[in-house]
């Protein structure tokens, strides 16, 4: 069951420091950050095993023809599909998956350059999919398109949403 | 140039003794700031170039209000925020209400890099010490994970925020007492670093760049 993680953890339960230290309100940067279009985040709740919050991930930016490259826990999104180096454009857009309890994750959407456009895009097209309650049947990824640096070939086995209900976690 | 500078200091200084201020407004002595934290002389005259513009934002009076701190960190002084109220009484070292150059300075010296990080240990833990009473209790660490989730558009049931919290205080209470104290925390950090990672501010390492200062050069070079 733990198989699938890559970051060690002791429990699927995040550190509630860790958590903590994720609030936007206790980081300082602000202070010497310009409202800038340019740099934007936002944070979304999901109530899926991080597997399956991947899977949501690649769907979001499949739906707008993005493509990505698993790094670990953080995903990059290109637009295009293409991912050969040279056409890296300027936008980075990426989304990280912090594992917050068994089937309970949050995932941090980050934009340091690029267009807003489709930062905002993909935010609503990533949205709707975690919160839909069906679980994710055909989400037939175009093998060629992903690149994962870390092949986690337990998950794609794992189309069954075990933990739905809200209270799903193994019992410790 | 220079002269204009000398002027304003020499207004600035009998403003000072007249009105009996407590608080330094500027850099009234860099080099003592540089020695008592861990930023250069210059690093100090550009920390103030940004303490400048914070502190003009509402009332231009060279001190940063409560309002002028929400706006500078979060853009809008409509957010009402537990962490940024920690925060600010942190720095306000004279509980005033107030933060003059000073303890502004002091208290961004504990997240430069190169900061020890048993300051960084005190300061976050007198950070989530929401009641300050010396220890953490897990009262304070619900309240805040409550706070961080209802911000992350997380709607966690309460068993599962209690889950978390347990697995915490597993770890983190050795002593078995329901709160966590300086040591335990001290602890806890070292043992994840990566639980101070907001006690670091990387923009402080390239202050003087992002906020370069010429006026205030002549300061250091006048005897």
Known sequence: MDAERTVPTSSNFINAFQLIAMNNDLDLSGLFEEEDDNIQKTKLGSKNTISDTFKKIEAAANDLSLSIQRQNNKIKIHPGRSFARCSRSHSNLSAEVIEVAPAHCVVEICKSAGELSVYKEFCKSLSSLLTEKSSIASVAPDAADLSDESQETASSEEEVNGSKDPRGYSSS | ?223
Not at chain 2, 87 to 94: A, P
Not at chain 2, 143 to 155: D, H, Y
Request: net charge negative.
């Open chain 2, 1 to 223: 140039m220079s002269e204009c500078i000398d002027g304003l200091r020499h207004l600035f200084s009998s403003i000072l003794k007249c009105c009996d201020l407590e608080e330094s407004r500027g850099p009234v002595d860099p080099e003592l700031l540089a020695r008592e934290t861990v930023f250069s002389v210059s690093e100090i005259e550009a920390l103030y170039e940004l303490f400048k513009k914070i502190s003009s934002a509402v009332i231009d009076d060279g001190l940063i209000n409560k309002e002028e701190f929400q706006l500078a960190l979060f853009k809008t002084n409509k957010k009402e925020s537990l962490f940024a109220d920690r925060v600010f009484d942190l720095f306000d070292t004279k509980h005033n209400g107030i933060l003059g150059f000073e303890e502004f300075a002091r208290a961004l010296s504990v997240f430069h890099p190169n900061a020890p990080i048993d300051e960084k240990i005190e300061f976050s833990f007198q950070l989530y010490d929401l009641k300050q009473q010396g220890f953490i209790e897990r009262q304070e660490v619900k309240q805040m994970v409550v706070a961080t989730l209802a911000e992350s558009g997380m709607n966690l049931s309460d068993d599962v925020i209690e889950n978390i919290i347990d697995k915490t205080f597993e770890e983190a209470d050795t002593k078995h007492d329901g709160k966590i104290d300086k040591e335990e925390w001290r602890n806890l950090v070292l043992r994840h670093p990566s639980l101070l990672k907001n006690m670091t501010l990387q923009y402080l390492k390239d202050i003087t760049t992002t906020f370069p200062s010429f006026v205030f050069h002549s300061q250091v070079d006048d005897t």
